[in-house]
């Protein structure tokens, strides 16, 4: 078993950053993909990035590629997301996931953190 822990979200202005932090309880973090989702008021949890076991491989959704850059420390059993150039279509709960599928469907993972809140506005 996994557990997930998010950290890191707040308010930030439009064309600011944030980089959230997922933190894995257990030592077979390094044996999961993982991946971040999220989930605006009133929307479907949608995929956002993944990441592979050794961090070799990372797959972004289009509306984030170039602004956003998923990495993990599986010594430090985290991940993470760098997220630049944020817009008001960002806001949202950011939720991490792990699984054994590097793939975009939120149904291939197995465990979820709690989510962190997100919100970009002026």
């Known amino acids: 078993q996994v557990q997930l822990v998010e950290s890191g979200g707040g308010l930030v202005q439009p064309g600011g950053s944030l980089r959230l932090s997922c933190v894995a309880s257990?030592?077979?973090?390094?044996?999961?993909?993982m991946g971040w989702f999220r989930q605006a008021t009133e929307k479907e949890r949608e995929f956002v990035a993944a990441i592979s076991q050794s961090a070799s491989t990372t797959y972004y959704t289009d509306s984030v590629k170039g602004r956003f850059t998923i990495s993990r420390d599986n010594a430090k059993n985290t991940m993470y997301l760098q997220m630049n150039s944020l817009k008001p279509e960002d806001t949202a709960v950011y939720y991490c996931?792990?699984?054994?599928?590097?793939?975009?469907?939120?149904?291939?993972?197995?465990?979820w953190g709690q989510g962190t809140q997100v919100t970009v506005s002026s």
């Open positions: 257990g030592r077979t973090f390094s044996s999961y993909a």
């Open positions: 996931a792990a699984g054994n599928l590097l793939i975009s469907s939120k149904s291939a993972y197995d465990y």
